[in-house]
């Protein structure tokens, strides 16, 4: 079993920066990737970044690279997604979520995470 817990959202302008936060808890977290996802209303819930537990390898989707980093502190257990330049198109809530090994590779795919925290809103005004 592995807990999440999303913190760092808020309000902001466009072009503003964010860091969220992920703690994650749990047993044999070395063997998770952990991934960011986003969901605005009305929407599907699309793939932001992921991250190896190691910190060795990251991927980011389309809409954010360049714009937002993910980093690992393994001494923390705490993942964190740095947004910047952020444009009111970004305005979502923020999940992050656990993907078992089984899953390793298939990034994009939300169902194929086991565990997710509770989100965090980010909303960018213009």
């Known amino acids: 079993q592995v807990q999440l817990v999303e913190t760092g959202g808020g309000l902001v302008q466009s072009g503003a920066s964010l860091r969220l936060s992920c703690v994650v808890s749990?047993?044999?977290?070395?063997?998770?990737?952990i991934g960011w996802f986003r969901q605005a209303p009305g929407k599907d819930r699309d793939f932001v970044a992921v991250i190896t537990w190691s910190g060795m390898s990251t991927y980011y989707g389309d809409s954010v690279k360049g714009r937002f980093t993910i980093s690992i502190d393994n001494a923390k257990n705490t993942v964190y997604l740095q947004m910047n330049s952020l444009k009111p198109e970004d305005t979502a809530v923020y999940y992050c979520?656990?993907?078992?090994?089984?899953?390793?590779?298939?990034?994009?795919?939300?169902?194929?995470?086991?565990?997710w925290g509770q989100g965090t809103q980010v909303t960018v005004s213009s």
């Open positions: 979520a656990a993907q078992p090994p089984k899953y390793s590779g298939n990034y994009i795919y939300p169902q194929l995470y086991d565990y």
């Open positions: 749990g047993r044999a977290l070395s063997t998770y990737d």
